[in-house]
């Protein structure tokens, strides 16, 4: 009987000791999620931007749900879960805003980056493509968008059809995809001779494509807006992520991704793009601000992939 009360007496001891050790560390506290939907172009950038905000805000952790933007009505229709949404258009966002998900957007605050459209080929430029114009030539095979499945697509049908050439440039598409990264890595195999992607998913395959800048007149300038959704479990932390995404911070960390942050300066951006993606393939060029400007990370990554 004494040797029952003992062990009693252990267990209740025991328990306490973990209560009280809960309670001073604080582990015994909810952590709050937030569900983030996502263009699937954006997941660099807004990858570094969580990890900088959860350093600060440990009690909150954030999943990404990245997907081709033309997805993300009917997910949240249908599930009426989320707590951001950052397309790569705002003309999702819109039909966001259309369909009651969203009731606070400005479109003149909540812009803090911008998507620019650039040519990318293979390594090489095997087919000589040089301008929009040459993705009419006969015998090039083109990476299109789905415009019913992502932005980039809605943007190849403008770019084309500005410059009076979709209709032989769809005779040349050999593949439609569904999301951006598709196209990036279909250049990066060879699979396709060119195609027109962000810059932010260019920066992704320095080493293995060649990017041409577009003409200004067919460029465009495409803007990636944040908002809060109606229906978000955490509507305070949703609000502060959104707002340092809005930063100056948040925003420096788009531009190193190869994001344009000022509308002023997107030539200046275009040239660092094209010299970041010669440092990263000839090795005897030193990697730093004077010689790739704000992507010098990008350049330091791309060398260190194996591929």
């Excluded at 019913?148 to 410059?163: L, P, R, S, T, V």
């Excluded at 951006?180 to 396709?192: D, M, R």
């Excluded at 395959?205 to 007149?217: A, C, G």
């Amino acid at each position: 009987m004494p040797q029952t009360k003992h062990f009693s007496n252990l267990v209740v001891l025991f328990f306490a000791v973990v209560f009280l050790s809960l309670t001073l560390t604080g582990c015994g506290r909810k952590e709050k999620r937030l569900l983030f939907h996502a263009g699937a172009g954006q997941r660099s950038s807004l990858d570094e931007i969580a990890q900088v905000f959860q350093q600060r805000y440990p009690d909150v952790k954030v999943d990404f749900s990245y997907k081709g933007s033309g997805y993300f009505l009917a997910d949240a229709t249908l599930s009426q879960e989320g707590d951001l949404y950052m397309p790569g258009e705002e003309y999702y966002l819109l039909q966001a805003v259309d369909r009651g998900f969203i009731t606070d957007y400005n479109p003149k605050t909540d812009i803090p980056a911008y998507f620019v459209p650039v040519i990318i080929t293979p390594k090489g430029n095997p087919k000589n493509v040089r301008s929009v114009l040459d993705f009419a030539k006969p015998g090039i095979r083109v990476g299109l968008g789905d415009p019913k499945a992502c932005a980039i697509g809605i943007w190849h049908e403008n770019i084309f059809q500005k410059a009076g050439i979709l209709e032989k440039v769809k005779k040349n598409t050999t593949m439609d995809a569904k999301c951006i990264p598709e196209l990036g890595n279909a250049c990066q195999l060879k699979a396709i001779d060119a195609t027109i992607v962000w810059a932010t998913t260019a920066v992704l395959y320095l080493k293995d494509i060649e990017i041409i800048p577009m003409e200004p007149e067919y460029r465009g300038l495409i803007s990636l807006p944040v908002a809060v959704l109606k229906f978000s479990q955490y509507p305070e932390e949703a609000k502060k992520l959104k707002e340092f995404i809005l930063s100056d911070e948040g925003k420096d960390i788009f531009h190193k991704h190869a994001y344009c942050i000022d509308p002023t300066k997107i030539d200046e951006d275009m040239k660092w793009l094209v010299e970041a993606c010669k440092a990263s393939k000839d090795t005897s060029i030193s990697v730093s601000e004077q010689t790739v400007g704000h992507l010098v990370k990008e350049v330091k990554r791309s060398r260190e992939t194996k591929r």
